[in-house]
């Protein structure tokens, strides 16, 4: 590829969407040399063009591209099948891992194998009606990794006959049917289970690791710590949680546990309000879900009942008017109120809370010490500085109180708030 064609793919590359897909490169005479996947387009195909050596083969590969096109995907295990489908039916020079007819691995669930199921991880699906396939998965050591953590929730078997015990029915991670100590009824809620994680519904699971992983620090176990940790994350990676949503999904299981809360709080609504001396108050309403801002279902409001400086009354007017429309089935109840303040803000907004017949969980951060206080608890808890679950009420509570002060900058950069003079 000369240089001013390699000028000119970069220049085009920077066109490429920011979205899930494929990309292919072609040389001169039109031949296909190499597909690939990417979450990102753009950042993947990019990456090409860096100074950097990027190893002999990728050298090679690149003296030979003179196009690069793309296909968008769904998302990333939509593209992980678009690429593994092309390089199957056009094999091209440059892909080896998939050349000889290697395929990437899926998760067998049998479902009636003598009644007892059992699971394995499998490089091509079998053709028959004795199991459930998932996948595909691009990284058997996530997937190994997640089988392993899920193990202790779901004490699945994998031998192949079982007519003798093994280490696994001793140490609790197999119901050992071998030893015919378990009813295919029994066996069968540990398949549906796990059948139901990789149909998607993880997030009990996950949260059930992370309370191990907890549970393990506590105790200053912290090799199973880490090892609990590790499968909770390679479950949520595998199962479509992005790097930055697992950070979320940790946070929000710490503060489920730290905090003791009824609830996985997935969905957090929190309040603060803005005056200047108690004059045109307004209020604000950030929504997080899975410990990520999801701004389309922020709120700003005035306050209309309230005169002076009475940041109590404030938070209970506002709260009431959210409480109203979520009675009146306008908006789904979140799973916890985050109030910005101390014990007298906290009883203002379950006072909201009860005239609405509302049951939602509802704690107060307040600024000075950083300091939680609960419904009929005495005095405040005092989370770990560096602990995940305060970090997510803080940005919850910061990001209320930006976006608070912004409604407040715009209404007096509109004129409707006087100016102090």
Same mark, same amino acid.
């Given at each position: 590829?000369?240089?001013?064609?390699?000028?000119?793919?970069?220049?085009?590359?920077?066109?490429?969407?920011?979205?899930?897909?494929?990309?292919?490169?072609?040389?001169?005479?039109?031949?296909?040399?190499?597909?690939?996947?990417?979450?990102?387009?753009?950042?993947?195909?990019?990456?090409?063009?860096?100074?950097?050596?990027?190893?002999?083969?990728?050298?090679?590969?690149?003296?030979?591209?003179?196009?690069?096109?793309?296909?968008?995907?769904?998302?990333?295990?939509?593209?992980?099948?678009?690429?593994?489908?092309?390089?199957?039916?056009?094999?091209?020079?440059?892909?080896?891992?998939?050349?000889?007819?290697?395929?990437?691995?899926?998760?067998?669930?049998?479902?009636?194998?003598?009644?007892?199921?059992?699971?394995?991880?499998?490089?091509?699906?079998?053709?028959?009606?004795?199991?459930?396939?998932?996948?595909?998965?691009?990284?058997?050591?996530?997937?190994?990794?997640?089988?392993?953590?899920?193990?202790?929730?779901?004490?699945?078997?994998?031998?192949?006959?079982?007519?003798?015990?093994?280490?696994?029915?001793?140490?609790?991670?197999?119901?050992?049917?071998?030893?015919?100590?378990?009813?295919?009824?029994?066996?069968?809620?540990?398949?549906?289970?796990?059948?139901?994680?990789?149909?998607?519904?993880?997030?009990?699971?996950?949260?059930?690791?992370?309370?191990?992983?907890?549970?393990?620090?506590?105790?200053?176990?912290?090799?199973?710590?880490?090892?609990?940790?590790?499968?909770?994350?390679?479950?949520?990676?595998?199962?479509?949680?992005?790097? @930055?949503?697992?950070?979320?999904?940790?946070?929000?299981?710490? /503060?489920?546990? !730290?905090?003791?809360?009824? $609830? =996985? &709080? *997935?969905?957090?609504?929190?309040?603060?309000?803005?005056?200047?001396?108690?004059?045109?108050?307004?209020?604000?309403?950030?929504?997080?879900?899975?410990?990520?801002?999801?701004?389309?279902?922020?709120?700003?409001?005035?306050?209309?009942?309230?005169?002076?400086?009475?940041?109590?009354?404030?938070?209970?007017?506002?709260?009431?008017?959210?409480?109203?429309?979520?009675?009146?089935?306008?908006?789904?109840?979140?799973?916890?109120?985050?109030?910005?303040?101390?014990?007298?803000?906290?009883?203002?907004?379950?006072?909201?809370?009860?005239?609405?017949?509302?049951?939602?969980?509802? @704690?107060?951060?307040?600024?000075?010490?950083?300091?939680?206080? /609960?419904?009929? !608890?005495?005095?405040?808890? $005092? =989370? &770990? *500085?560096?602990?995940?679950?305060?970090?997510?009420?803080?940005?919850?509570?910061?990001?209320?109180?930006?976006?608070?002060?912004?409604?407040?900058?715009?209404?007096?950069?509109?004129?409707?708030?006087?100016?102090?003079?």
């Amino acid at each position: 590829m000369t240089l001013d064609r390699l000028s000119e793919l970069k220049e085009r590359v920077k066109g490429f969407p920011q979205a899930p897909g494929i990309y292919k490169m072609w040389d001169k005479e039109g031949r296909l040399i190499y597909v690939g996947k990417a979450g990102s387009l753009r950042k993947r195909v990019m990456s090409y063009f860096s100074s950097s050596y990027k190893g002999a083969k990728t050298e090679r590969l690149l003296k030979e591209v003179w196009d690069i096109t793309y296909e968008l995907a769904e998302d990333e295990r939509s593209a992980l099948l678009m690429e593994e489908r092309l390089i199957k039916e056009h094999r091209p020079k440059y892909n080896i891992a998939l050349r000889d007819d290697k395929t990437y691995p899926l998760l067998r669930i049998g479902v009636e194998d003598e009644g007892l199921p059992r699971v394995q991880v499998v490089r091509r699906p079998e053709k028959d009606k004795k199991a459930r396939f998932f996948g595909p998965f691009a990284n058997v050591k996530l997937l190994r990794m997640a089988l392993k953590g899920l193990r202790f929730l779901y004490p699945f078997r994998t031998c192949r006959t079982y007519r003798k015990s093994c280490v696994y029915a001793d140490i609790g991670l197999c119901l050992a049917p071998c030893k015919r100590k378990v009813s295919p009824e029994e066996y069968a809620r540990v398949r549906d289970g796990l059948v139901s994680v990789f149909s998607g519904d993880f997030a009990e699971a996950v949260g059930e690791l992370f309370r191990r992983m907890n549970d393990s620090a506590r105790r200053e176990d912290f090799e199973s710590a880490s090892f609990f940790r590790d499968s909770a994350l390679a479950l949520s990676s595998l199962l479509g949680a992005s790097a @930055v949503e697992q950070g979320g999904l940790l946070a929000v299981y710490d /503060l489920k546990e !730290r905090l003791e809360l009824p $609830v =996985l &709080p *997935r969905r957090i609504e929190g309040f603060d309000v803005s005056n200047i001396m108690g004059e045109y108050a307004v209020a604000s309403m950030v929504s997080f879900w899975d410990g990520r801002p999801d701004k389309k279902n922020y709120r700003r409001y005035r306050i209309k009942t309230v005169e002076g400086v009475n940041d109590v009354a404030m938070i209970y007017e506002v709260v009431k008017r959210r409480c109203v429309r979520i009675a009146r089935g306008e908006f789904t109840p979140p799973d916890l109120f985050l109030i910005d303040g101390g014990p007298a803000q906290l009883k203002s907004a379950l006072k909201a809370l009860m005239e609405t017949n509302l049951d939602i969980y509802v @704690v107060a951060l307040a600024k000075e010490r950083e300091e939680v206080y /609960l419904p009929g !608890r005495r005095g405040a808890i $005092v =989370l &770990p *500085r560096e602990s995940a679950g305060l970090r997510l009420l803080q940005a919850v509570r910061d990001e209320a109180h930006r976006f608070a002060i912004t409604y407040h900058r715009k209404l007096r950069h509109k004129g409707l708030i006087p100016k102090r003079r």
